[in-house]
């Protein structure tokens, strides 16, 4: 329905920045909530942010509270994901997905009907 691709992904050293984002084709965001999901070896899926279709209101697990921000350009048709002062347990593969009712989650990943193919961050000094 809605297809999701991922980019900005790359090796960054500790304390660092990147900048993910999440380009959608097929179906307009603005109606969707978007999440941003990453795993590591060995480890589960976990939610890391999501920001919500109608009002935009944004949410952040407590691990990257104060150096990851979320946002929507729904011009672009693309949510991004900002990442400052970057840690090595940040490093995983960063996926994003939309939620067709619009209200997102961090740990109701059934609740995400799209997801796409990922993209690697590895933070390394």
């Known amino acids: 329905?809605?297809?999701?691709?991922?980019?900005?992904?790359?090796?960054?050293?500790?304390?660092?920045?990147?900048?993910?984002?999440?380009?959608?084709?097929?179906?307009?965001?603005?109606?969707?909530?978007?999440?941003?999901?990453?795993?590591?070896?060995?480890k589960e899926r976990e939610g890391v942010s999501y920001v919500t279709s109608e009002e935009g209101s944004t949410h952040y697990a407590d691990s990257v509270k104060g150096r990851f921000t979320i946002s929507r350009d729904n011009a672009k048709n693309t949510v991004y994901l900002q990442m400052n002062a970057l840690k090595l347990e940040d490093s995983a593969i960063y996926y994003c997905a939309a939620d067709p009712h619009g209200l997102g989650g961090l740990t109701d990943r059934d609740e995400y009907t799209d997801w796409g193919q990922g993209t690697q961050v590895t933070v390394s000094s």
């Open 1 to 42: 329905q809605v297809q999701l691709v991922e980019s900005g992904g790359g090796l960054v050293q500790p304390g660092g920045s990147l900048r993910l984002s999440c380009a959608a084709s097929g179906v307009s965001l603005d109606r969707y909530a978007i999440g941003w999901f990453r795993q590591a070896p060995g």
